[in-house]
């Protein structure tokens, strides 16, 4: 996911590498970013009530990964369409790039408040 380097051959110099983009993103959101880089995906619990830690929250980068019961999506301030694609994105394999943190929720749970999630470019 993202970019890889790969070996391409220059005419007159040789053998270097060569950056292979798989994966273009763009931010969705209007609020001030702060907060660590997560990926956000659903992993398909369902519960009868509250909390239910049904979001894993993994840090980029970094081995720590958490569940969390909910995400604020307000909190990024995203268009309604942005919104959409949002939630799209939570229900896919490669889940939903964000920015933010992971809060304490009333009810006892987890909450990943985003400051600004990063949609795949549609191409």
Not at 27 to 37: I, K, L, N, T, V
Request: charged residues 20%; hydrophobic residues 40%.
């Amino acid at each position: 996911m993202g970019a890889e380097i790969a070996p391409w051959t220059y005419q007159g110099i040789g053998e270097l590498g060569v950056l292979v983009v798989a994966d273009v993103f763009s931010p969705a959101g209007r609020a001030p970013e702060s907060g660590g880089f997560f990926r956000l995906v659903d992993n398909g619990i369902r519960c009868v009530r509250a909390p239910c830690f049904s979001i894993r929250a993994s840090r980029l980068n970094q081995s720590s990964r958490t569940t969390v019961s909910g995400i604020d999506i307000g909190a990024a301030r995203a268009t309604p369409g942005e919104v959409v694609r949002v939630e799209a994105a939570l229900g896919t394999k490669k889940g939903l790039l964000a920015r933010g943190r992971i809060v304490s929720s009333p009810d006892g749970g987890r909450v990943f408040r985003a400051t600004r999630f990063y949609l795949r470019s549609r191409s």
